[in-house]
């Protein structure tokens, strides 16, 4: 597929967190902390709003950024985690709890791909990449909230 200069440089920027995603070590890693910053220091409504501009954003980008670096989910997209940390922490509160139950939770599923994680990145494309970030951003928040209502 063609893709001019503009689209692969602006395609792999996103898709690469702003290239956090070319970090040789543990770049998903890289990428949930930058996550984790922006959760724990934007106002909640910027929180919101950026959230779903990558979420869109990412729809578009993961699947055109695997065809130019050409393996699937290659490990410099790392918009994936991002999007899938915001999922993992979406209507919590801000706390210390929170911020360390999200990160270690959310590195666990995406890591480890336990029950039908793993399955879902078979996908093609976009929802492919996604989908796997997005579940275990979702197991996240639910254990999170189960956590907390037992407090």
Do not use: H
């Not at 410099?76 to 210390?96: H, N, Q």
């Amino acid at each position: 597929m063609f893709f001019s200069n503009k689209i692969k440089f602006f395609v792999k920027l996103f898709a690469s967190g702003f290239t956090i995603g070319y970090i040789p070590i543990a770049p998903g890693t890289f990428a949930t902390l930058l996550a984790v910053a922006f959760w724990w220091y934007l106002p909640r409504s910027y929180f919101y709003i950026l959230t779903i501009l990558l979420f869109l954003i990412s729809i578009y980008v993961c699947g055109k950024a695997e065809k130019i670096y050409g393996n699937k989910d290659d490990k410099r997209i790392v918009i994936d985690e991002i999007i899938g940390y915001f999922t993992a922490i979406i209507f919590l509160p801000k706390s210390f709890l929170v911020l360390i139950l999200s990160f270690v939770l959310f590195r666990y599923f995406d890591i480890k791909k336990p029950l039908f994680i793993k399955s879902v990145q078979n996908y093609n494309g976009s929802l492919g990449i996604l989908s796997d970030d997005l579940i275990s951003g979702i197991l996240t928040n639910i254990i999170i909230r189960i956590i907390l209502l037992c407090k």
